[in-house]
């Protein structure tokens, strides 16, 4: 099940056929980042707005002098998907006692992705990103991998770490499902290995 949050976000829009080149493909890209608690995740998504959404900006056409100095615009055609995965009730492990518990775990998720939601709409904001935000029920490991496919994204970008609680809920890693299993190109963000390396580990794998 997918649902779109109501934060104020653009709509989906599909690209249209033809290429207009590498640079208007990039400056068109869709991506989409699976994010939850984790400090592995958000840092999947810094790296990626910094890096694949850096120089945009720059490029995007500002109607006037003043709207670009307040920061007004943002990237045209650019977006950036942020994918929250909630686990359904009976794949946490334990039983539920009764409907009480049941309530509250779900308001408890609710106020989570919330949080975590708005989080990641910032760290776009601050970017000038366009961003939209959804909200999945499931396995993370397959809910991502069918939300990219269905959404047609350009990139799917994932933690190395994390997912969080989620991820140890399931056997084996949400990143390394992903990679062997989701229909889009998939970029898996590793955190530097020492606090003081700027060099940010990346591996690739095309579907």
Not at 100 to 115: F, T
Not at 191 to 207: G, L, M, Y
Request: net charge neutral.
């Amino acid at each position: 099940m997918m649902e779109k949050t109501s934060a104020t976000t653009t709509k989906v829009v599909e690209e249209g056929g033809g290429g207009g080149g590498r640079e208007e493909r990039r400056m068109k890209m869709k991506v989409m980042v699976a994010i939850d608690e984790s400090e592995g995740s958000f840092y999947a998504l810094k790296w990626a707005l910094e890096n694949l959404f850096e120089n945009m900006a720059s490029k995007c056409y500002a109607s006037t002098a003043e709207e670009a100095h307040a920061g007004m615009v943002e990237n045209e055609g650019g977006m950036v998907f942020l994918v929250h995965v909630q686990p359904r009730f009976a794949e946490y492990g334990y039983p539920i006692i009764g409907p009480n518990v049941e309530d509250y775990v779900r308001k408890s998720q609710e106020e989570a992705s919330a949080a975590i939601l708005s989080r990641g709409l910032h760290m776009c904001k601050d970017k000038k990103v366009k961003a939209e935000t959804v909200i999945l029920r499931g396995d993370p490991r397959e809910m991502i991998c069918q939300a990219a496919e269905q959404v047609h994204v350009d990139l799917l970008v994932v933690g190395s770490r994390g997912l969080g609680t989620i991820s140890r809920l399931f056997i084996g890693s949400v990143s390394d499902y992903c990679a062997h299993n989701a229909k889009v190109p998939i970029l898996i963000v590793k955190p530097p290995i020492k606090k003081d390396t700027k060099e940010t580990q990346t591996s690739a794998v095309n579907a």
